[in-house]
Structures are given as C-alpha cells and as structure tokens.
C-alpha cells in the first residue's frame, strides 16, 4: 500500500500559486519523498525528491515539516499546462527502486 | 536525463493473442521496471528488467503472462501473452541511471476486443 495521503482533487487560478499537500505520517528517518505528476497521455514526469530540507529546482519548490510527516509541493506560478495529477511517493528505505503509486491529488488549473 | 521510447505506442488486438512492447533507452542505464495502468486507475509496478538475468515480478504477476527480456544496459521488452480485454491498460517503462530518480516513457496504450 502506498505511505502517503492526498487529497483527491484542488483547483488553482492561473498565475497563482498551488500548493499540494501530502501526509506520509509513517515515514522513516532515511526515506525520501518524490513528486510526479502525469499529463493527460503521458507519463509521469518527475519533479523534485527531498529528504529533510526543502528543496527548489525549475520546476518547484518542496517543503517538508520539521517532524518530516508531511510536505507541501508549491508551484509558484501555475499555468494552464500544470492540469495534471501530482502523486507524492514514499519508497521503501530498504528497496527505494520499488515506486509505490497512490491515487495522487488532480489538480486543475482554470483560466 | 535519457530519453525513453516505446514502441507501439498504441495497438488494438485480439483476445487471445500476444503483443510485444519494446523499450529502448538513448544512454545505459542501471535499472529499467515495467508498470500497468488500468483505466482510470494509477500505476501499478508488474517488475524489475534485470539484465542477463529473469525479471523480478511483483506479486500478482507472473512470468508466462507477462515474460521480460533485457538483453543489455539499453533496451528491455515486455510481452502481454494470452490477452484477454481485462489487459487493456497503459504499458509503461520507467528506467534510472544509479541513484538518480526514475524516469518514464509514455507508455503503450493497449485495448484488447
């Protein structure tokens, strides 16, 4: 079973930003948390992984709390081509090749 | 980060038959995996394309269904045997080169009638 809880579904304004959370309560100390997001007929497309400190690349910004249960994925300008479903992953710390799909959160981006 | 294509990318196919779905990488890479995604649903990992050796299937997955080749650091293929219409789904290949994370083609869509 996947280790981490989104919400189903969020809307976002264009230009605005989106903020994803997820909960993965039962992570362990040396567990990363990656983010993918899948476009309509296509494949998932990474995004950032972190472990402990927030991390910024091109495409996002990551934040993770201090206790390391939950994280916020922040995209700080939707646009449109952002409509996608965004899933955060736990890996197993003993198999981190092994990615774990849950339900993911789609988020909709609207004019 | 290296570039994935599959082929097909689509195909309709008869129930009972089988279909081959290739995966070729532009740079050698350390692991390739197979995943399925049902309509509707995420994606669900079938295994692990070792090379020069049997692939490692995840539990519900069996080999005489779903046999894996991986003849070297590039290229891997999955065959869908005996398909019935509950196969249709999105075949995908995802790869990753050392520690760095995995990445994805876009997948075979399959429809079995």
């Known amino acids: 079973d996947a280790k981490t809880t989104q919400p189903p579904s969020m809307d976002c304004a264009e230009g605005r930003a989106a903020n994803l959370p997820c909960n993965h309560s039962?992570?362990?100390?040396?567990?990363?948390v990656y983010w993918y997001r899948q476009i309509h007929s296509q494949g998932p497309q990474y995004i950032i992984h972190?472990?402990?400190n927030n991390e910024t690349n091109e495409m996002a910004s990551l934040i993770i709390t201090e206790d390391r249960k939950s994280s916020t994925l922040i995209l700080p300008h939707a646009t449109l081509r952002d409509t996608a479903v965004y899933y955060c992953i736990v890996p197993l710390s003993y198999n981190t090749d092994k990615l774990i799909f849950g339900t993911g959160t789609r988020l909709q981006v609207f004019p | 980060s290296a570039v994935i294509s599959q082929k097909p990318s689509r195909d309709i196919c008869q129930r009972g038959t089988s279909l081959t779905i290739q995966c070729q990488v532009d740079?050698?890479?350390?692991?390739m995996f197979w995943y399925r995604q049902q309509p509707g649903q995420s994606l669900t990992l079938i295994a692990t394309?070792?090379?020069?050796?049997?692939?490692?299937?995840e539990s519900g997955f069996v080999i005489d269904k779903f046999p894996i080749s991986r003849p070297n650091l590039t290229f891997s293929t999955l065959t869908v045997s005996n398909m019935s219409p509950e196969d249709s789904s999105i075949y995908l290949c995802?790869?990753?080169?050392?520690?760095?994370?995995?990445?994805f083609g876009d997948g075979t869509r399959l429809s079995i009638l």
């Open positions: 972190g472990l402990k």
């Open positions: 394309a070792n090379q020069g050796s049997e692939a490692t299937y």
């Open positions: 740079s050698q890479v350390t692991m």
């Open positions: 039962t992570i362990s100390g040396n567990e990363y």
């Open positions: 995802s790869v990753s080169i050392g520690n760095q994370p995995q990445h």
